[in-house]
């Protein structure tokens, strides 16, 4: 069956590939528009239908949290814009991590806004060549490179005008793979926020992989530490995982606390734990 996959600018006919590379770059929902809309307090969210992008406000300047695939920067420019904030009010662009469907943006987004990118160690590579480093079972694709400005340290917080966003690397979906947290004041309590960085296998080898050795225990240390973490609220880079949209409908029709569950990260990291165990038996069944 013939796939056309559109790429960035490009569009490549694929005859050969697996079902996982066509569904992963065919998804429409990626560049499938939504309103954006406030989260809770000062954090926004100006990604797509199938993709979760986060502006952290604070006043006039913004932290922008991941970039989208290439194709939905613009997207996500008439989002940022349309909650009244000016493209260059972006001082600070972050990343979960260095893959085309949350990087593929960044290289246009940071030109667009003059913003400054930081990124974990682990993933520097990934974004200053726009592919994903280490050994997958299907081709992982390209996205425009962009340069890091900043390399972040395990703990560390971004801060801009009294807003802190704490990167807490959390390694094995790539190697810099980076969960960020913040806190926002509801009526009457802080609350948590967490935006977990993606435990899912992706097209990652867990056994042998040769270009990423450790890929399996950075994996089991950070379902450990992702279900570690207090969340009230859990923001995720792909939305259906924590229901964000349909958190938000619930959140438009009167539900208060729409976005509070303190459960949700715990599942999260509960599912994925198992899908990684399930497909770690199946690779080493395979290898013997
Ligand atoms: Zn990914």
Redesign the pocket.
């Known amino acids: 069956m013939k796939k056309y996959i559109a790429f960035g600018a490009t569009v490549l006919v694929l005859t050969t590939m697996t079902p996982g590379l066509a569904q992963a770059q065919t998804d429409p929902d990626w560049t499938a528009p939504v309103a954006p809309f406030r989260i809770a307090d000062n954090v926004y969210y100006v990604g797509t239908k199938g993709i979760g992008v986060y502006l952290i406000a604070a006043n006039h300047e913004a932290i922008l949290l991941d970039g989208g695939p290439e194709a939905a920067a613009p997207l996500i420019e008439q989002n940022i814009k349309a909650l009244g904030f000016k493209l260059s009010d972006i001082k600070i662009i972050i990343n979960t991590?260095a893959?085309l469907?949350?990087a593929g943006g960044i290289a246009r987004l940071k030109r667009d806004t003059g913003a400054t990118v930081y990124a974990s160690p682990g993933d520097r590579w990934a974004l200053e060549h726009g592919t994903h480093d280490g050994d997958t079972n299907y081709p992982t694709g390209h996205f425009p490179p962009v340069h890091v400005d900043h390399v972040l340290k395990d703990g560390q917080s971004v801060a801009l005008g009294g807003v802190r966003m704490m990167a807490t690397f959390t390694p094995g979906?790539?190697r810099g793979c980076t969960t960020w947290s913040t806190q926002v004041i509801a009526p009457n309590r802080v609350l948590n926020v967490v935006f977990p960085c993606?435990l899912?296998i992706?097209g990652n080898i867990l056994v042998g992989n040769r270009r990423y050795p450790g890929i399996a225990g950075d994996y089991e240390r950070s379902f450990a530490l992702t279900r570690a973490m207090k969340a009230d609220i859990v923001l995720t880079n792909h939305p259906e995982m924590a229901d964000v949209l349909d958190r938000e409908a619930r959140a438009k029709a009167g539900q208060a606390n729409a976005f509070v569950d303190p459960q949700q990260l715990g599942r999260i990291a509960a599912n994925a734990r198992a899908a990684f165990e399930k497909e770690r038996a199946k690779e080493m069944r395979r290898k013997r």
């Open positions: 991590h893959h469907d949350h979906h790539t993606s899912t992706g």
